[in-house]
């Protein structure tokens, strides 16, 4: 079982940065690891995917090219890089961990953290 808290989040203008990270409890080795965001009333939806090794990575249309995952398996860490922020990228960021797919829906994740609120003002 792996323990996951995420960090990073908080209010920012639109156009700004931020990085959010994920540490884990154990090392992240064996999981895929994926960012989702929930936004008041509306579904929890994928944000990006990496997959064990780092080398495939997935991104949703909405972010794709403001956006990347990385991890950094020595750390137990993975992290969202934010950027040209969008008041519509407002939502709780949550990370989360897969032991066997890498995919889309949360239904496949297995650990989950907390959240972290992001809010892009306009």
């Known amino acids: 079982q792996v323990q996951l808290i995420e960090s990073g989040g908080g209010l920012v203008q639109a156009g700004g940065s931020l990085r959010l990270s994920c540490a884990a409890s154990?090392?992240?080795?064996?999981?895929?690891m994926a960012w989702f965001r929930q936004a008041p009333g509306k579904e929890r939806v994928v944000v990006a995917t990496?997959?064990?090794?780092?080398?495939?990575?997935f991104y949703a249309d909405s972010v794709k090219g403001r956006f990347t995952i990385s991890r950094v398996t020595s750390e137990n860490t993975v992290y969202l890089q934010m950027s040209s922020l969008k008041p519509e990228d407002t939502a709780v960021y949550y990370c989360?961990?897969?032991?066997?797919?890498?995919?889309?829906?949360?239904?496949?994740?297995?650990?989950w953290g907390q959240g972290t609120q992001v809010t892009v003002s306009s």
């Open positions: 989360a961990a897969s032991r066997s797919v890498q995919w889309t829906r949360p239904i496949a994740y297995d650990y």
């Open positions: 154990t090392s992240t080795r064996i999981y895929h």
């Open positions: 990496t997959s064990r090794s780092g080398a495939s990575t």
